[in-house]
């Protein structure tokens, strides 16, 4: 009877730290994530700074500011996070090497990257110039790398040059711009407002946007943890309210949420401007975008998937998106 009651004992206490649990991650604001200074992110602070989070029932912490995708997914896998606006091959590259278990419900945005050289490079007129060149990317597995090699590799395929010799290393996005400006870089490879901060300060110029390397292409996502999404459904569906409301916010009053934009970036107005021409904010999800995604991080080795369109159908969750839309 003694070992019975022990059993009962173990049973119920399990029983109440499951439920505490559950309900820790029903009751606490939901632990929030995005980049630095990263305009493709505009939907978040517009939902932060005209209360949509709070309109839908849902309160929303900024548990961390990052400075690459790769960060914020390091952060998942340490159970720091709930939700987070982040880079889509990051997110991509992180669930399907196993590091972290997260699903996208929402599309960010498209578009919106640079690929920037110095101003006065006069031997830079295209990517096959870049050989023997330095050129700095955000980190690997981001949509910047991406979009490099992606590049590079077209450029491969129509020059002569040994685009193999390009270097690529690895410099945080609020560097960069530095970094260009003294020559310890030759390129770089950024999200908006970088690229435009760069030309209005009259450092760089454009060498290719990302809408030249690969039109349309899906950027940023926002993300769950899947656990999350488990135990408190809800208050994802509230959090995606608000950024559908956000989004929608920003194509009807532009100028509104360029200031917010200017407020989050602490960039002058024409920069921010300019930054926000460059980028197509939509939360619709891109599944053929995302399988081109598996397929390309495949073929670099960075992760391992022998069917892109498994992966993606378990990674992207479209449905939530539409159990919005039919209510």
């Not at 990263?38 to 961390?64: C, M, P, Q, T, Y």
């Not at 998942?76 to 606006?85: I, K, N, P, S």
């Not at 107005?269 to 495949?298: C, I, R």
Request: aromatic share 8%; proline share 4%.
């Amino acid at each position: 009877m003694k070992y019975v009651g022990n059993v009962l004992a173990v049973l119920i206490f399990s029983l109440l730290l499951m439920g505490l649990t559950q309900g820790h991650a029903t009751d606490r604001p939901v632990r929030m994530a995005y980049l630095q200074n990263d305009i493709h992110h505009l939907a978040l602070w517009v939902a932060l700074e005209k209360n949509f989070f709070r309109e839908e029932g849902v309160s929303v912490e900024v548990a961390g500011i990052f400075r690459a995708g790769p960060e914020i997914m390091t952060a998942f896998a340490a159970g720091a996070l709930d939700m987070a606006y982040v880079g889509e091959a990051p997110a991509t590259t992180a669930v399907a090497n196993k590091a972290a278990d997260v699903v996208a419900v929402a599309q960010v945005n498209t578009e919106g990257s640079a690929l920037v050289v110095a101003k006065d490079a006069s031997g830079i007129v295209s990517v096959a110039d870049l050989e023997g060149k330095t050129v700095a990317v955000p980190g690997h597995s981001t949509v910047q790398d991406f979009l490099l090699r992606k590049a590079i590799g077209e450029a491969m395929a129509d020059q002569q040059a040994d685009l193999s010799k390009v270097n690529i290393i690895v410099v945080k996005p609020p560097e960069m711009i530095g970094a260009l400006r003294t020559g310890q870089i030759d390129a770089f490879v950024a999200w908006e407002p970088y690229p435009s901060k760069a030309n209005t300060l009259g450092v760089g110029r454009n060498l290719a946007t990302s809408h030249d390397i690969w039109a349309g292409h899906p950027c940023c996502v926002l993300v769950s943890s899947s656990v999350f999404l488990e135990k408190a459904s809800n208050r994802v569906l509230g959090v995606l309210r608000a950024h559908v409301k956000a989004t929608e916010y920003i194509g009807a009053y532009p100028e509104e949420a360029l200031q917010i934009g200017v407020k989050y970036t602490g960039m002058d107005a024409k920069t921010v401007e300019t930054a926000m021409k460059n980028v197509h904010y939509t939360y619709e999800l891109n599944v053929e975008g995302e399988k081109e995604y598996v397929e390309f991080l495949s073929e670099l080795k960075y992760i391992k998937v022998p069917d892109a369109g498994a992966f993606t159908e378990r990674f992207l969750r479209p449905d939530m998106l539409k159990s919005l839309q039919s209510r």
